[in-house]
């Protein structure tokens, strides 16, 4: 809800213009009222419509100053005629208006113009660029006949304004990592993958492993979805990724290294947060140095997922291309609070991205880790990819083993199907809840997957005791439970079946319920502040900890969540940062940066929106999946990605909703 | 197959094809200003735009497949009324200098605004200065500029050189050279030809002459064996005088073919009657007193023909080793393939998604083949392996392995490959033995082709489903070259590899089926289009002059196995080698009299020359002359041979390898010294103790040539590049192209 003056957002249509300020009519969207701690808006304007906050706003200069920030910003565009003409047209002719030069015959041609750009322009940012402008002709005619009538300037004119634009996709905004998703499907599209992959490279360095094992909250959000299916965006981003590694090109940057500034920033931990933090800040000429507990570089993307799902020698590709940058890696090592200490002093700034790589434990009865058999998550996919990826430690071979584990996550899912490509007897999953919230907490295809390769899923059940001999595992008791629906609506209840319980023999149980952050290398006397889960805590928009200069991104700050959820505050931090360290420790957002929260708390997508102007029914491309025969007893990997076929006509698909939104303060 | 309705009629539309493609396919017009029927949709233009029924809004023609039962109309007020506000804004500050244009008269802005009637500038936006851009042979000026990007579609897509992108700016948007200041590319002028303004323009012809000054003779480039159609345009009347008859330009059907630019550019080839002006008698009794006629494949099939009918009147050798040795060549292939031709056709390589290409500089070589391995690799994302001795920059971008082999183990590489592609064929076995039993440790450590490599190859062909195998001239003229072309006959017969044999000239594959060839030449000789002691040619030094390739009939046998028609663009006031074989006795009045007479026993049709086509129809079928007939062979009798050692080459070695744009004396007039240059790496310098920029004399055999030296930093190794483009016709010709070379500095 936000008190407006005048709103056409969404086609609402709130006019308070001849009503007491304390009769006004409130909008009901999260609209950005308050631009920053420091501004107030006075309006914002976008594709879908336009809200004065105030009385005092000149909407005909308003109106220009979107058709400028347009041309300004149609570097994203001018891919077509109806976008790259009209846009000028209206820009010069509504500043012709405003300066109080133009014409009755102008506003005519305004419209015509604007109704050829919704008409025929390629992507939405020109289709909907006219929208706010012909609200604001049609609502505020007067002011714009005032201009014309008496050959006057509109009343701010001369006055200085600022107007903040952003351009955004339902996509991209979406994204966690803000990732411009039409630009990198346009490279795909126009055959030019060393563009579509500069465009994924801005905000997303990891494009091998994000065109791989990404959930793809961006999905949920493409407004293909209101036509027919989404577009299937992450797996294009493949194709950018697979042109420069095979044709063994140098790294596609986002842009050139800058030099060297002298500063220096250490970051904890080379899993997705902190190669991204480190992505970043090199280009900026920042010196980084990464530490790292374990022998290998990349975190649980190396050691967590498996093999089969992310190919190491892809997400190699992804690393080398950090440390194509010059970011300085010391493996082996876990920084202690001393050595934290010692960081502090030495460094600009300190980023922690060490990530949640505590296995919680699934409390049952006589749960004690001495057990032999019972085998945290992580240890257990640590053992796996460390031999299978990098031929360290020892092979895992369950031959002849029955194994439980208890999850209903990723990470539960790469247990169970590393268990089965182990040679385990029988691989059992054991879920509270149904196969619909499985599925939902994973994907589809990971659920069928494993089905097919032969794991047997228990659900509505949960582990009560574990039985042992002597500290060996022998058995399990477990309860189940029935979901009760909720009379009020709300999430299902469970509730437990009494006399419903069964025991099987087990050799392992392995918990993958949750993992939490080890943080022993705090010191003490920072009195860093936590979140209730035990996670770093920060604001969400500069990831900067309560101590000065210490920062943390990823699943350390957030909990366990996705490899782009890391990402994406990784490269908010990094931007942070490297202003950070340059203007003598100041905490600052961008403008851009600003807008972005802004939309996101918004919404760009509107899932009711009516989709025009393309045809329905051109069917969402499936990769092809290696058989389960192939598969299941190596690490061969599953998703072969589109072929080159498919992927056209997947790219084909998007509509390229890019969208320009601008406030005025 | 998709059945749906266009302005009411039922139509179909296969897997893959848009509406609009539907829509020319059966005669509907829908407008278009950035289509280009070869690339994928540009989609800048939007005039494509159509109404189908059920669907708010427009729906682009140009990049929507049909759904089934889906009613579409391509016409209407509404669709009428963008459409012409497109064109408006297409006119918004478009410079009104037509009549200075070169594109005035075949350009399509001017055609759609008379089209739209726009008569006057309806909307109007504030004009922008914008600097013209020389980029050596390539004019550019952005204000004629509408932005439709076909150049850069095709120079990325088609060309694979992807040296122009748009400066993304709204109206400010621009064609900018990609990654360097000043346009770095191979100049085959696609660009000029794409654009459907004046904005991109030949520095050359720019303000020479009007369109409609201009008569196009259709005929088929002299240069390579790809045989791509083009037209003379020659100036003949408007502001024409006498003797001014000249070719101005070469333009291409850009729709669906493609020309590099030694055809674009090189076509002032026609033979100066001045310059070789011995009476015909002379050459006469030349021939008459000669023991063989030397000839390069620098001819068409009828004046093959004509040289075999002399050959078989005078009982005199034919001599030409780069033909015979294609020849050789294919006669022991075709033991193996069982066929007498070679299975793969550009098109094939074009819907390839896997690719070998061994033996051959192909960039330079053939740039029809290079094209269509492009199109391969960005339309099909086609695997690519180029395996050669040296490093191509150009390639970068298509090929997806580079296997670097020694210099000299050709045949050894392409035992290992054949081992591996026919490991579960039926070969017979004899030859599956000889294939089990190689010595696979001794030609990897000689080729420097590891296993490993080859697995990858492999690899990467797994999900393929079209295959081809390229070789080149590299083989062909390799000592081995009989027991290769075995190997890869059984490729051929018996893998899912369709396989092609790059021949070298424009005509070796014509020449190699029509004359009878000698192994030596012996005694006297008589050149044409050749060194001898009495020459007979249309370029170089000479004794006698006939009529260059742009100045006769006649016909060629294309890479595709096609037999294709040329015509005279060019006025030649001397004589014929068929007015010389008249007086010799054979008896044909004029050279195309012996089209029909071509031998068909290889697959040749008695076709006459004058019912030969040589267009492509509107939607795009090659309708130009005819392929050869397949034929079957059945000389099962030959066995491969083991392959035992491998030559070596060691110290500095040089490659017989013309640069870009260049093939031969009839492409060389203009040449500039860089282009002459022997190229090197850094370790090549340093081998032959020469620095860039020094002059240097090599001794390569009989031969002792001055060239000027320039540092290749993309080249690694001891192989050096060395032009034969500007030798006497048929210098190197036939012989292995890698040569021990010594080299002495001589200045700098």
Not at chain 1, 29 to 52: C, M, T
Request: negative net charge; charged residues 25%.
């Amino acid at each position: 809800m936000s008190k407006v003056y005048f709103s056409t957002w969404r086609g609402e249509a709130i006019n308070n213009l001849d009503k007491p300020e304390d009769a006004w009519e409130e909008s009901a969207y999260k609209l950005p009222q308050q631009y920053n701690e420091h501004a107030e808006s006075k309006a914002f304007i976008g594709w879908d419509g336009v809200a004065l906050f105030c009385k005092d706003v000149d909407v005909v200069r308003l109106a220009t100053e979107y058709a400028a920030q347009y041309q300004v910003y149609s570097e994203a565009c001018g891919r077509c005629a109806p976008g790259r003409w009209g846009g000028r047209i209206l820009y010069d002719l509504l500043d012709k208006i405003a300066r109080g030069e133009g014409t009755v015959a102008d506003l005519e041609h305004l419209k015509e113009v604007s109704k050829s750009m919704q008409m025929t322009s390629k992507c939405e940012i020109g289709k909907t660029v006219p929208n706010p402008l012909l609200d604001l002709m049609e609502h505020f005619e007067s002011d714009f006949m005032d201009c014309i009538d008496n050959q006057k300037a509109s009343k701010h004119y001369n006055k200085e304004i600022n107007y903040i634009a952003k351009i955004t996709a339902p996509c991209t905004d979406a994204c966690p990592a803000h990732v411009d998703i039409p630009g990198y499907i346009e490279g795909v599209r126009d055959l030019r993958f060393d563009d579509s992959l500069k465009a994924t490279r801005q905000t997303m360095p990891l494009a091998h492993t994000c065109g791989r094992v990404c959930p793809h909250p961006c999905e949920d959000e493409c407004r293909r979805a209101n036509l027919d299916s989404p577009v299937s965006i992450m797996e294009l981003k493949r194709l950018g990724a697979d042109y420069e590694t095979d044709h063994e090109f140098h790294f596609f940057h986002p842009a050139e290294k800058k030099p060297s500034i002298g500063k220096r920033v250490c970051v904890i931990g080379a899993g997705p947060a902190g190669l991204t933090t480190a992505y970043y800040l090199a280009l900026e000429g920042i010196d980084v140095d990464v530490y790292e507990e374990l022998p290998v570089l990349g975190g649980e993307v190396a050691v967590g997922v498996p093999e089969y799902r992310m190919p190491i020698d892809k997400y190699n590709k992804d690393i080398e291309a950090v440390k194509d940058l010059g970011v300085t890696f010391i493996t082996n090592t876990r920084v202690s609070a001393d050595m934290m200490r010692q960081f502090e002093k030495e460094y600009d700034a300190v980023m922690i991205a060490v990530g949640t790589r505590l296995s919680k434990k699934v409390r049952c009865e006589n749960e004690r880790p001495e057990i032999e058999g019972y085998w945290g998550a992580i240890e257990m996919l640590d053992q796996v990819n460390l031999w299978e990826k990098y031929g360290i430690g020892e092979k895992v071979d369950l031959t002849g083993k029955t194994v439980v584990c208890v999850g209903g996550g990723f990470t539960s899912m790469d247990v169970v199907r590393c268990s089965i490509r182990a040679n385990a007897k029988k691989v059992i999953m054991i879920y509270r809840r149904d196969e619909k919230t499985i599925i939902r907490n994973t994907t589809y295809e990971e659920y069928h997957e494993a089905v097919e390769e032969g794991v047997e899923f228990i659900f509505h059940s949960a582990v009560s005791r574990m039985n042992d001999e002597n500290d060996v595992l022998k058995s399990l008791d477990f309860d189940r439970f029935e979901l009760v629906p909720d009379p009020d609506g709300g999430r299902p209840q469970l509730v437990k079946i009494e006399g419903g319980g069964f025991s099987k023999e087990v050799d392992f149980l392995i918990p993958a319920v949750s993992q939490s952050a080890d943080l022993d290398l705090l010191p003490e006397e920072w009195e860093l502040e936590m979140t209730s889960w035990a996670t770093i805590l920060t604001n969400g928009k500069d990831y900067m900890t309560s101590r000065q200069g210490i920062f943390a991104a990823g699943d350390c700050e957030y909990g366990p969540m996705t490899i782009v959820n890391a990402v994406g505050q990784a490269k908010r931090a990094a931007s942070v940062i490297s202003r950070y360290v340059q203007n003598g420790g100041k905490i600052t957002l961008t403008d851009d940066e600003i807008m972005e929260d802004h939309l996101r708390k918004m919404k760009v997508y509107d899932k009711k929106e009516k989709v025009t102007g393309w045809l329905a029914g051109l069917p969402r491309q499936v990769s092809e999946k290696l058989h389960v025969d192939v598969r299941k007893d190596n690490n061969k990997e599953v998703n072969l990605g589109f072929t080159q076929e498919e992927a056209l006509s997947e790219a084909d698909r998007c509509m390229r909703c890019y969208y320009i939104a601008m406030v005025a303060h | 197959m998709i059945t749906f309705t266009i302005d009411g009629r039922h139509v179909t539309a296969a897997k893959g094809e848009t509406i609009l493609n539907v829509a020319r396919r059966e005669g509907i017009y829908i407008p278009t200003m950035c289509y280009l029927s070869k690339t994928t949709p540009c989609a800048s233009c939007r005039m494509c735009v159509v109404e189908a029924e059920g669907v708010e809004g427009f729906v682009l023609s140009c990049q929507t497949p049909p759904t089934e039962g889906l009613v579409v109309n391509t016409h209407s007020d509404l669709l009428q009324d963008e459409r012409v506000n497109i064109m408006r804004m297409y006119d918004v500050n478009h410079p009104l200098e037509c009549g200075v244009c070169d594109k005035s008269g075949e350009c399509d802005l001017q055609n759609k605004t008379l089209e739209f009637g726009i008569d006057r500038q309806h909307f109007s936006a504030r004009d922008q200065i914008r600097d013209i851009k020389e980029w050596g042979r390539i004019h550019y000026d952005p204000s004629l500029c509408i932005l439709c990007e076909k150049c850069v579609h095709v120079c990325n897509e088609i060309i694979g050189d992807d040296a122009i992108e748009v400066q993304f700016g709204g109206y400010k948007s621009t064609i900018i050279p990609k990654n360097s200041e000043q346009l770095d590319c191979t100049f085959c002028g696609e660009c000029i030809a794409v654009c459907p303004v004046g904005a991109l323009v030949s520095s050359e012809f720019q303000y020479r002459a009007n369109a409609w000054e201009l008569s196009r003779i259709p005929a088929t480039c002299a240069h390579c064996s790809s045989g791509c159609a083009l037209e003379y345009e020659v100036k003949t009347s408007g502001a024409a005088s006498a003797g001014e008859e000249r070719i101005f330009r070469v333009s291409n059907n850009f729709e669906y073919t493609t020309l590099c630019g030694a055809g674009r550019f090189h076509f002032d080839f026609g033979a100066d009657i001045s310059e070789g002006s011995a009476d015909i008698s002379e050459a006469v009794q030349a021939i008459q007193a000669c023991d063989a006629i030397r000839f390069s494949s620098l001819i068409t099939n009828e004046e093959a023909l004509i040289l075999q009918q002399l050959k078989e009147r005078l009982g005199i050798k034919l001599y030409n080793e780069e033909a015979r040795h294609f020849q050789e060549f294919m006669h022991a292939y075709a033991r193996k393939s069982g066929q007498l031709h070679y299975s793969a056709t550009l098109e094939d390589i074009k819907q390839s998604d896997a690719i070998i290409m061994i033996g051959s500089r192909i960039s330079t070589d053939n740039p029809g083949v290079r094209y269509a391995i492009t199109e391969a690799a960005r339309h099909n994302g086609a695997k690519v392996s180029y395996m050669h001795p040296l490093e191509d920059v150009l390639l970068h971008n298509t090929m997806t392995q580079f296997v670097k082999y020694e210099v000299g183990t050709e045949e050894g590489v392409i035992a290992l490959l054949a081992q591996e592609l026919l490991k579960n064929a039926n070969v017979n076995t004899e030859d599956k033995a000889v294939l089990d039993q190689l010595d696979e440790g001794y030609l990897s450590a000689e080729s420097n082709v590891g296993e490993e490599e080859i697995a990858d190859m492999m690899a990467s062909f797994l999900r393929s489903k079209k295959r081809t195998f390229i070789v080149g001239s590299d083989v062909i003229s390799h000592e081995q070259r009989e027991n290769i072309a075995k190997l890869v006959g059984l490729i051929d017969a018996y893998s899912d590899f369709k396989v092609m044999v790059v021949p070298k000239h424009v005509n070796t594959l014509g020449v190699s089926l029509i004359c009878d060839l000698d192994a030596e030449a012996g005694g006297k000789s008589v050149g044409y289009n050749a060194q001898g002691d009495f020459i007979i040619a249309s370029s170089g030094v000479r004794h006698m002059s006939v009529p260059a390739l742009n100045q006769q009939e006649g016909t060629f046998v294309s890479i595709n196995k096609q037999v294709l028609p040329t015509n005279v663009a060019l006025g030649f006031s001397g004589h014929t080698l068929n007015d010389v074989a008249s007086c010799l006795g054979l008896s044909q009045k004029e050279t195309i009299d012996y089209t029909r007479q071509l031998p068909e026993g290889k697959g040749f049709q008695r076709i006459a020359f004058d019912t030969l086509e040589n267009f492509y129809d509107p939607l795009g079928k090659d309708r130009r002359g005819y392929c050869l007939q397949s034929i079957a062979t059945n000389e099962a009798d030959s066995v491969l041979n083991d392959v035992e050692e491998l030559p070596e080459f060691n110290g500095t070695v040089v490659y017989h390898c013309n640069p870009v744009l260049q093939f031969n004396s009839y492409t060389a007039s203009g040449a500039d010294e860089e282009e002459r240059a022997l190229i090197g790496s850094p370790q090549f310098a340093i081998a032959a103790k020469i620095s860039d920029g020094d002059s240097v004399e090599m001794t390569l055999g009989q031969h002792v040539i001055r060239r000027y030296f320039r540092v290749d930093n993309t080249l690694k190794g001891t192989v050096a590049l060395n032009p034969t483009f500007d030798l006497p016709l048929g210098a190197f010709d036939g012989q292995y192209r890698f040569e021990k070379v010594k080299i002495m500095k001589v200045g700098s």
